[in-house]
C-alpha cells in the first residue's frame, strides 16, 4: 500500500532521550524548557528573530485573525485547506472569496482590488502546497487601501521568498506543525510577526491573556503547547535537511517520469528555494483524473483529491462560483509524495498514469520550466532505467 504521505519519525531512542528529561524534571507544559529549546532552534533554523510556537496551525490563523483585530470582511482564496476559511468565520468574519491563478494556484492579486468594499479590513492569503504567492502585488494593494496581510503558510516550511523565511511576510504568517506536514511536532503550528506590539499581543493571548501573576491585560485563550509535542519538534529538526533534500529529489524524478502526460504542474515561481512538500497534477477532465485515480487504487496507491472541493462552496459562506477555481479542485490530484517513498514505487505510479494515457513515446518532455530541477545527475541516473509502461 502507497499512501499519499506518511509522517516522519525519528528513532524511538532518540525521541526516549528527550522523555526521559521530562521525567526527571516533572515539568510537561506551561513554556517549559523544551518549548523554549524548540522555539530557539527553529528561529535558528529558519534565521528569524520571533515565533510564537502554538497548538496548531487553526489556532494559529484564530490568533492572528483576533490580534489584529479583524472585523468585517476578509479577502481570501477558495483553494486552500477548509481552516483557512473556518478560521475567518470563527472569529466572526465574512469570507471574500477571490479566485485563483490558474498555473500558481495562489490568489491572483489582479482580481483582489475589484473585490474590496468599505468593510473589507484584511487578505488571508494561502502559499498554495509552499508556492509563494505574489508577495509584493499584495503587499502594494493592502498598503494602498490600508488592510492586514495574514499569510497561511502552513505548507512552507523551509521555504525562503528573496532570501529571507517566506514565514516574515505578512503582518502575520502562520505554520503548521502537524503530523502531516513535512516538519512536524505531531500538532502545533507557530505565528510569526516582526512587530513587537503584536507579538507581545499573541504571547498573551496564547496564554490565556494573563501579562503577570494575577493580572489580565487582554482576551486570551489557551494556545500554549507541550514539552511531549516540543520533544518531538527537536528530534525532528535534525532531519529536515534530509527530509528536504530527499523530497526534492522524489520531486524532480516525478517531473521527469511524467515529464511527457499530458497533465499540467504547478508553475513554481522561485523554484529554487522551495521545500517540495506535495505533487500535485492536473489532468485535463474530470474523468480522466478520476480514471487515473482509479488504476492507481487498484494497485493500492492512494492519492488525494486536495484541495477540493472548492471553499467557496461551503455550507456556512456566502458562495459564490469561482470558475477557475472550481476548475482546478474538480481535476487536481496529489501523488503520493514523502521522504522514504522508494524510487521503484514512483516509477511504478509513473507507469500506472502513462498508461492511462496511452502516452506516446515521441512526445516532448512537457515540463520545459522545470529544467532547473531536472539536474544532469538525475537525468543521466533515470536514462539508465527507461520506463517500460506496457
Ligand atoms: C494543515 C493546514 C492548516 C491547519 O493546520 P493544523 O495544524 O492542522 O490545525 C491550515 N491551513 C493549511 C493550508 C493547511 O494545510
Same mark, same amino acid.
Given at each position: 500500500?502507497?499512501?499519499?504521505?506518511?509522517?516522519?519519525?525519528?528513532?524511538?531512542?532518540?525521541? @526516549?532521550?528527550?522523555?526521559?528529561?521530562?521525567?526527571?524534571?516533572?515539568?510537561?507544559?506551561?513554556?517549559?524548557?523544551?518549548?523554549?529549546?524548540?522555539?530557539?532552534?527553529?528561529?535558528? %533554523?529558519?534565521?528569524?528573530?520571533?515565533?510564537? %510556537?502554538?497548538?496548531?496551525?487553526?489556532?494559529?490563523?484564530?490568533?492572528?485573525?483576533?490580534?489584529?483585530?479583524?472585523?468585517?470582511?476578509?479577502?481570501?482564496?477558495?483553494?486552500?485547506?477548509?481552516?483557512?476559511?473556518?478560521?475567518?468565520?470563527?472569529?466572526?468574519?465574512?469570507?471574500?472569496?477571490?479566485?485563483?491563478?490558474?498555473?500558481?494556484?495562489?490568489?491572483?492579486? +489582479?482580481?483582489?482590488?475589484?473585490?474590496?468594499?468599505? @468593510?473589507?479590513? +484584511?487578505?488571508?492569503?494561502? #502559499?498554495?502546497?509552499?508556492?509563494?504567492?505574489?508577495?509584493?502585488?499584495?503587499?502594494?494593494?493592502?498598503?494602498? #487601501?490600508?488592510?492586514?496581510?495574514?499569510?497561511?503558510?502552513?505548507?512552507?516550511?523551509?521555504?525562503?521568498?528573496?532570501?529571507?523565511?517566506?514565514?516574515? &511576510?505578512?503582518?502575520?504568517?502562520?505554520?503548521?506543525?502537524?503530523?502531516?506536514?513535512?516538519?512536524?511536532?505531531?500538532?502545533?503550528?507557530?505565528?510569526?510577526?516582526?512587530?513587537?506590539?503584536?507579538?507581545?499581543?499573541?504571547?498573551?493571548?496564547?496564554?490565556?491573556? &494573563?501579562?503577570?501573576?494575577?493580572?489580565?491585560?487582554?482576551?486570551?485563550?489557551?494556545?500554549?503547547?507541550?514539552?511531549?509535542? +516540543?520533544?518531538?519538534?527537536?528530534?525532528?529538526?535534525? #532531519?529536515?535537511?534530509?527530509?528536504?533534500?530527499?523530497?526534492?529529489?522524489?520531486?524532480? #524524478? &516525478?517531473? %521527469?517520469?511524467?515529464?511527457?502526460?499530458?497533465?499540467?504542474?504547478?508553475?513554481?515561481?522561485?523554484?529554487?528555494? %522551495?521545500?517540495?512538500?506535495?505533487?500535485?497534477?492536473?489532468?485535463?477532465?474530470?474523468?480522466?483524473?478520476?480514471?487515473?485515480?482509479?488504476?492507481?487504487?487498484?494497485?493500492?496507491?492512494?492519492?488525494?483529491? &486536495?484541495?477540493?472541493?472548492?471553499?467557496?462552496?461551503?455550507?456556512?459562506?456566502?458562495?459564490?462560483?469561482?470558475?477557475?477555481?472550481?476548475?482546478?479542485?474538480?481535476?487536481?490530484?496529489?501523488?503520493?509524495?514523502?521522504?522514504?517513498? +522508494?524510487?521503484?514505487?514512483?516509477?511504478?505510479?509513473?507507469?500506472?498514469?502513462?498508461?492511462?494515457?496511452?502516452?506516446?513515446?515521441?512526445?516532448?518532455?512537457?515540463?520545459?520550466?522545470?529544467?532547473?530541477?531536472?539536474?544532469?545527475?538525475?537525468?543521466?541516473?533515470?536514462?539508465?532505467?527507461?520506463?517500460?509502461?506496457?
Amino acid at each position: 500500500m502507497i499512501p499519499v504521505t506518511k509522517p516522519f519519525l525519528p528513532a524511538e531512542k532518540e525521541f @526516549k532521550g528527550y522523555v526521559k528529561t521530562i521525567w526527571e524534571r516533572q515539568w510537561l507544559t506551561n513554556n517549559g524548557p523544551l518549548v523554549n529549546a524548540l522555539e530557539l532552534k527553529l528561529k535558528e %533554523y529558519l534565521g528569524i528573530d520571533h515565533l510564537l %510556537y502554538v497548538t496548531n496551525g487553526t489556532i494559529a490563523l484564530q490568533l492572528a485573525i483576533k490580534a489584529l483585530g479583524l472585523t468585517g470582511e476578509v479577502i481570501t482564496t477558495p483553494f486552500s485547506f477548509v481552516a483557512t476559511t473556518s478560521s475567518i468565520v470563527w472569529q466572526g468574519c465574512e469570507p471574500v472569496f477571490v479566485d485563483i491563478d490558474a498555473g500558481t494556484f495562489n490568489i491572483d492579486p +489582479a482580481k483582489i482590488e475589484a473585490a474590496i468594499t468599505a @468593510k473589507t479590513t +484584511a487578505i488571508l492569503a494561502t #502559499h498554495v502546497f509552499g508556492n509563494p504567492c505574489d508577495i509584493d502585488a499584495i503587499k502594494k494593494i493592502a498598503d494602498r #487601501h490600508n488592510l492586514k496581510v495574514i499569510y497561511d503558510a502552513a505548507h512552507c516550511f523551509g521555504v525562503r521568498y528573496k532570501n529571507k523565511s517566506i514565514f516574515e &511576510y505578512g503582518d502575520i504568517s502562520i505554520t503548521s506543525f502537524h503530523a502531516t506536514k513535512l516538519f512536524h511536532t505531531i500538532e502545533g503550528g507557530g505565528v510569526f510577526t516582526k512587530q513587537p506590539e503584536l507579538l507581545k499581543k499573541m504571547a498573551i493571548m496564547r496564554n490565556f491573556g &494573563y501579562s503577570g501573576v494575577d493580572t489580565f491585560s487582554d482576551q486570551g485563550i489557551n494556545a500554549k503547547n507541550c514539552e511531549l509535542h +516540543a520533544a518531538m519538534g527537536l528530534c525532528n529538526l535534525n #532531519h529536515v535537511d534530509e527530509i528536504l533534500r530527499q523530497r526534492k529529489k522524489l520531486y524532480s #524524478h &516525478y517531473l %521527469y517520469r511524467l515529464g511527457k502526460l499530458d497533465v499540467q504542474f504547478q508553475k513554481l515561481e522561485n523554484a529554487e528555494d %522551495y521545500n517540495y512538500a506535495y505533487f500535485p497534477v492536473v489532468f485535463k477532465t474530470e474523468e480522466l483524473m478520476k480514471e487515473s485515480k482509479e488504476k492507481l487504487e487498484l494497485a493500492q496507491i492512494y492519492c488525494r483529491r &486536495y484541495f477540493y472541493p472548492s471553499l467557496s462552496a461551503l455550507p456556512y459562506v456566502n458562495n459564490s462560483t469561482m470558475p477557475v477555481c472550481d476548475s482546478i479542485a474538480s481535476r487536481i490530484l496529489c501523488l503520493p509524495l514523502y521522504h522514504t517513498l +522508494a524510487t521503484s514505487d514512483l516509477d511504478l505510479i509513473a507507469r500506472l498514469l502513462l498508461r492511462v494515457q496511452n502516452f506516446d513515446e515521441n512526445d516532448k518532455l512537457k515540463a520545459t520550466h522545470f529544467g532547473e530541477l531536472i539536474t544532469g545527475q538525475i537525468e543521466s541516473e533515470l536514462k539508465k532505467q527507461p520506463l517500460n509502461i506496457n
